[in-house]
């Protein structure tokens, strides 16, 4: 039996690189499992990076992340959608993985090393975010994670965790793998500093819910090939965001005509831009008016997060139990 499971960080505006690489995945997914599709907003990871972390926007930047899911066409009716801190398992199973994970692989992780590189002090929870991320899929037993292939270390390493704790308490996990949106990996960020990322700030993304306008105007000045100093230059669409975005937002024949026209020169980078524009609009407009719809509506926003809520607890509690007596406590007569 597969399960599905994912996490979505509330730590800003959803934006087209966690649209195209992850939450188109996850209704797509949906449509296929069902119930066995469990998808969360992972508000326990959001604080781990103080650089992303403000308490005062936490509750609301979860709630904006679950609308912009349902906005996207995810069906709280079809899957299991929950935020992740209404599951207290999520933590005590972290804490239990905790204790089998070596320093030593955490400290290797290339996401714990960037951002903490920018840290003046590093809280141990930034070191301990992979754990919990194994913990969150483990708990459901989840064998199939999309995600976007920044997070393939982190996958790889929760393997790893399951396999850990299988040698010692005997099979109890799958050993959960990736899988990926292949045309979307890994969304360039619109300032062409490496990946798009709601904690690199907006300078970075590209909004879902972002204004036409807005994205217009990040799109004007965002780089494009560097070889491409005059109008006249032949340039390579392959070394271009604006090209990668072109594969994303736009159909066929003008994905050939730009390309073309880049290579040959026949197009210039404004016009090239203001045609990705119209496909720009054409994705977005329709979440946009969904995403204002549900905001007229935010109980039934509230109301879908409960009810998953409710079914998630029903598989996360007896897999809790199982833990709890393999490693040895106690159990509560409760
Ligand atoms: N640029 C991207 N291209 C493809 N997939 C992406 N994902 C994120 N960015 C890209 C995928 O989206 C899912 C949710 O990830 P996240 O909540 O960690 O998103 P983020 O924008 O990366 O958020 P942060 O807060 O800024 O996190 P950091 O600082 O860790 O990058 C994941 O499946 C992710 O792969």
């Excluded at 204790?99 to 301990?128: F, H, I, N, W």
């Excluded at 306008?213 to 090939?225: E, M, Q």
């Excluded at 404004?270 to 979440?287: H, N, S, W």
């Amino acid at each position: 039996m597969t399960r599905v499971f994912s996490g979505i960080q509330p730590t800003g505006e959803p934006h087209i690189g966690n649209y195209f690489g992850a939450m188109q995945n996850y209704v797509k997914l949906g449509e296929q499992y069902g119930k066995n599709a469990l998808y969360c907003i992972v508000d326990l990871h959001a604080p781990t990076n103080p650089a992303a972390y403000q308490p005062e926007l936490l509750a609301e930047r979860t709630f904006e992340m679950a609308l912009a899911n349902l906005a996207v066409g995810l069906d709280p009716q079809q899957v299991v959608f929950f935020v992740q801190s209404h599951i207290r398992e999520h933590s005590e199973l972290s804490w239990i993985l905790t204790l089998q994970t070596p320093v030593g692989e955490l400290e290797r992780m290339t996401q714990y090393k960037d951002k903490a590189q920018k840290l003046e002090s590093t809280p141990a929870g930034l070191l301990m975010y992979p754990v919990l991320m194994a913990a969150d899929i483990l708990l459901y037993k989840a064998d199939t994670v999309p995600v976007g292939e920044d997070q393939t270390q982190h996958i790889e390493l929760a393997r790893e965790i399951a396999r850990r704790f299988n040698h010692t308490y005997g099979p109890t996990f799958p050993e959960p793998k990736a899988v990926y949106a292949q045309d979307a990996l890994r969304i360039p960020g619109v300032d062409g500093q490496g990946k798009m990322s709601k904690s690199k700030g907006e300078s970075s993304t590209l909004g879902l819910f972002e204004s036409l306008d807005s994205i217009w105007n990040k799109l004007r000045v965002a780089p494009t090939d560097p070889a491409r100093v005059r109008r006249t230059d032949p340039g390579d669409p392959e070394k271009c965001l604006v090209g990668d975005y072109h594969k994303l937002f736009s159909d066929d024949q003008t994905i050939l005509e730009v390309y073309d026209g880049c290579r040959t020169a026949g197009i210039g980078c404004i016009d090239c831009k203001k045609r990705l524009m119209v496909g720009i609009e054409r994705t977005l407009v329709p979440i946009q008016q969904r995403g204002a719809e549900l905001r007229a509506q935010p109980d039934d926003v509230r109301d879908a997060l409960e009810h998953g809520a409710a079914q998630a607890r029903q598989i996360a509690e007896p897999v809790m139990d199982e833990v709890r007596g393999k490693v040895g406590f106690l159990g509560s007569r409760r």
